[in-house]
């Protein structure tokens, strides 16, 4: 072959590596003026903006991969030019066309992640705020946090392979290395998948009053996957781990409703009588529960006599509160109540007394009297 056909050759080659560039070019920027124009008329229509989320993930991408795509082309029209394009790829074409695998892998990585990061965040915008449960409000933010992780690693992995490099030894050591990383952070994953029973069961919401046995008791503040954060009564914040909670007793006195017993105890004398005690008494907790917004209207008193007591026969009186603050004061109104009532009708309430029955005489003589021995 002389410098003539050598040179013609070269520019043949020049002008298709060009041309192809160039049509590669031309189309990576109509899809991008399609996809624009597509992405403008969705959010004038205000449809559906799922799609819209979709398209300007790809959009990018898309022209990046295709710019690449076109470059490879060029660059392997050089090359090839007396083999044909995908005739044989040595030397630097095998270099090139692994540069290009790794480039798009990359690119489709970034491109999973970004989409699915957008998704979740136009899930929990849109969706999650509207359902009435709250798990996926807070599933979903912890796997917004991990799968992006996840991805790069698994793009990552792709890409070694891709190149010719096993990734048996690397998983390998990936396995190792996670053992001792999960024997040492032990305490850790404890809490996160205790506070991942503690969230999809779903027993505890912001809001509910609880008590834990032999711990701590208040208001529940957030339900996380490390720990959980109650209010006391005292308005102090306990931190209690997951762990300590999915092991314990659990008494949540706002389910299955937020609505509470209130149980009043008292005693009257036993020259009270019992019918007028019983008449009193429903009468009170009738007009309380009438007229206290802390009430539940449609459950009536219940009365009933429970012990025959050393200084009074004991009685209960059952109403119902809306919550556990309604509790004490319906308690607290109806102990007023009753004792007001029952003084105004001289019903007595004994304090605790003993009768002792002597006699009427007692023999002097026949008390025994015991002296100590004399030595």
Request: charged share 20%; aromatic share 10%.
């Amino acid at each position: 072959m002389d410098i003539s056909q050598l040179t013609d050759s070269t520019l043949v080659g020049a002008v298709t590596a060009g041309l192809l560039l160039t049509i590669f070019l031309v189309l990576s920027i109509s899809l991008r003026l399609i996809l624009a124009i597509i992405s403008r008329r969705i959010n004038k229509e205000n449809s559906d903006r799922l799609l819209l989320v979709f398209i300007d993930s790809i959009k990018g991408p898309v022209v990046l991969l295709v710019l690449s795509l076109g470059f490879l082309f060029a660059y392997l029209t050089l090359a090839q030019l007396n083999k044909g394009i995908f005739i044989s790829l040595n030397n630097t074409d095998v270099y090139a066309f692994q540069i290009w695998k790794v480039l798009a892998i990359a690119i489709t990585t970034f491109t999973v992640s970004h989409l699915t990061d957008r998704a979740i965040r136009w899930y929990l915008r849109n969706i999650a705020a509207n359902t009435s449960t709250t798990l996926d409000d807070t599933l979903l933010p912890i796997f917004r946090r991990v799968l992006p992780i996840t991805v790069y690693a698994i793009g990552g992995l792709i890409a070694v392979d891709s190149i010719g490099i096993s990734i048996s030894p690397i998983l390998a050591g990936l396995g190792i290395g996670g053992l001792a990383v999960a024997l040492a952070v032990q305490p850790t994953l404890s809490n996160f998948f205790a506070g991942t029973y503690v969230v999809t069961e779903g027993e505890l919401k912001p809001g509910d009053f609880i008590e834990l046995d032999g711990g701590p008791s208040g208001y529940v503040e957030s339900v996380g996957w490390r720990s959980t954060k109650i209010r006391s009564r005292f308005n102090n914040l306990v931190i209690i781990p997951n762990s300590k909670m999915a092991e314990s007793i659990v008494t949540n006195y706002f389910s299955p409703t937020p609505a509470m017993n209130v149980i009043v105890t008292c005693g009257v004398s036993y020259e009270s009588d019992m019918e007028i005690v019983e008449k009193i008494a429903l009468e009170e907790a009738s007009e309380l529960v009438k007229n206290s917004p802390h009430s539940i209207k449609d459950v009536d008193p219940f009365f009933g006599f429970s012990n025959f007591g050393d200084s009074n026969i004991d009685f209960f009186i059952f109403i119902q509160a809306v919550d556990r603050n309604g509790t004490f004061i319906l308690k607290s109104e109806l102990m007023k109540r009753i004792h007001s009532r029952f003084t105004s009708e001289e019903i007595e309430i004994n304090y605790p007394v003993r009768k002792l029955l002597l006699p009427e005489e007692i023999d002097a003589e026949s008390v025994l009297t015991i002296k100590p021995e004399e030595n």
